[in-house]
């Protein structure tokens, strides 16, 4: 397979980051989750000034050119499905910019999973939220015509070895 950008994505708790640490300890390129560095940027709760920065540097990580396949904790598609589950504006050029953007045709999902979902300082979302956001973003990436792939909820060696077979 070429350097192609595949996207783990899905709602707050669902295991992409632990997936994304493992593809990492096993030799993939993989970019973390991005958040907001700045603590009085989320103590003031502007969606569009944290989702502005967000998407910033998620164009810069898309913009690093790797020789090889790398894995991707959310896109710039989840920013938008954000900012659609909150009911917020965001700027017209962010929707040429998944145009212009494109990842890997499939998306790797994770499903919204009660077993292993904790709320935590970063996760402030409960699990009825969670699932709530897994519409939006999920219909975010069909009407984008990418293809999800579900990752079943099994041991994180059974959800490595599915990626790994399916791209």
Request: proline share 4%; charged share 30%; with cysteine.
């Amino acid at each position: 397979m070429k350097n192609e950008k595949i996207i783990i994505s899905g709602p707050p708790g669902s295991g992409k980051t632990t997936i994304i640490n493992e593809l990492k300890k096993i030799g993939y390129t993989c970019f973390s989750e991005i958040r907001p560095l700045n603590i009085d940027l989320q103590i003031t709760g502007n969606k569009l000034l944290i989702s502005k920065h967000i998407f910033k540097s998620r164009k810069e990580q898309f913009n690093i050119n790797c020789q090889k396949v790398a894995f991707y904790d959310r896109s710039l598609i989840d920013v938008i499905a954000y900012m659609k589950y909150w009911n917020e504006k965001y700027p017209v050029s962010w929707e040429k910019d998944i145009h212009q953007y494109r990842y890997y045709s499939k998306v790797f999902y994770t499903n919204p999973w009660q077993k292993i979902y904790k709320q935590t300082n970063n996760r402030k979302e409960t699990f009825e939220e969670a699932k709530k956001i897994d519409k939006f973003l999920r219909k975010t990436y069909l009407n984008l015509k990418y293809k999800i792939i579900d990752i079943p909820q099994e041991s994180i060696s059974k959800r490595l070895k599915f990626i790994i077979n399916s791209i």
